[in-house]
């Protein structure tokens, strides 16, 4: 179905398939108001807004501009465009042409990323915080992430057991540390409470803590630390510690969770920049 962006017709097909998502009328209206100002900047700015790169490039002009507290809800409403706009086809870019290319960070980033997670925040969130980072760091996605339970983590065994994957600790890691330490702050901000998740809400240890929330903690250090924070980046990281590990594909795959996406060339491109 093609169809231009600039068009009514497409924002006539982006209102029907918003109302099958069964959104409300009020995010609707919303969802379609940021999609006709990534449009406008784009044009303002001389861009194409059916090239996929500058969704990119506008993620990053919202966050000079915009505040945390508004910026998650702007994200997702233009996730939700590109989403769209990629199963009709108006983007000349396919994202899956380029979603494996993912930089791994240096270890000097890594090290910069995390003094700025230990210097930022109240001390009880920032080991929870960091703690997300480290499973980042080891591959796991956000939804795996959030919905990590005590059970999945062997701290004697240095293993973490998921549904689908065991994935060892890698050598130099800080999970025992900022997993001890998380937990011993939260028992004092409420209590010897059993819990089920780890990476929880601070009000109730049994409710895992909700995407957006984290997220928007990585995108503050992301501004504090003018050096973008991403789960994406950190699994792409987690790739190459095992690449340099010098352990077989067949091994690394295992190790690997289905959300990393073309998985073959992903450890092409990782090896070709190592």
């Known amino acids: 179905m093609p169809v231009s962006p600039l068009s009514q017709a497409f924002f006539e097909y982006y209102d029907e398939y918003l109302r099958k998502s069964k959104l409300s009328d009020e995010t609707i209206h919303y969802y379609m108001a940021e999609g006709k100002k990534y449009i406008k900047w784009c044009t303002d700015n001389g861009l194409s807004p059916t090239s996929i790169e500058n969704i990119s490039e506008y993620g990053r002009y919202m966050r000079e501009k915009y505040s945390i507290s508004v910026i998650t809800k702007k994200k997702s409403a233009?996730?939700?465009?590109?989403?769209?706009?990629?199963?009709?086809?108006?983007?000349?870019?396919?994202?899956?042409?380029?979603?494996?290319?993912i930089k791994p960070y240096?270890?000097?980033?890594?090290?910069?990323?995390?003094?700025?997670?230990?210097?930022?925040?109240?001390?009880?969130?920032?080991?929870?915080?960091?703690?997300?980072?480290?499973?980042?760091?080891?591959?796991l996605s956000l939804k795996e992430i959030v919905s990590i339970k005590s059970t999945h983590i062997n701290l004697d065994e240095n293993m973490i057991n998921l549904e689908d994957r065991v994935v060892p600790f890698h050598v130099e890691n800080?999970?025992?540390?900022?997993?001890?330490?998380?937990?011993?702050?939260?028992?004092?901000?409420?209590?010897?409470?059993?819990?089920?998740?780890?990476?929880?809400?601070?009000?109730d240890s049994t409710k895992p803590l909700r995407n957006s929330v984290l997220l928007?903690?990585?995108?503050?250090?992301?501004?504090?630390?003018?050096?973008?924070?991403?789960?994406?980046?950190?699994?792409?990281?987690?790739?190459?510690?095992?690449?340099?590990?010098?352990?077989?594909?067949?091994?690394?795959?295992?190790?690997i969770g289905p959300h990393i996406k073309r998985l073959p060339e992903m450890i092409t491109f990782v090896r070709s920049i190592t």
């Open 174 to 203: 800080d999970i025992s540390e900022y997993y001890e330490k998380w937990h011993a702050s939260r028992s004092e901000a409420d209590g010897k409470q059993p819990y089920t998740y780890i990476i929880t809400t601070l009000h």
């Open 216 to 255: 928007k903690s990585f995108d503050l250090i992301t501004d504090l630390g003018s050096l973008e924070l991403s789960i994406e980046r950190l699994n792409s990281t987690h790739l190459d510690i095992l690449i340099k590990s010098g352990i077989s594909d067949r091994e690394i795959v295992k190790q």
């Open 106 to 139: 240096t270890d000097k980033e890594i090290t910069y990323l995390k003094t700025i997670m230990l210097a930022a925040g109240k001390n009880v969130t920032r080991y929870r915080n960091l703690l997300a980072f480290e499973l980042a760091l080891h591959g």
């Open 78 to 101: 233009i996730s939700t465009f590109e989403k769209f706009g990629i199963e009709i086809g108006i983007f000349n870019n396919h994202p899956e042409e380029n979603s494996y290319k």
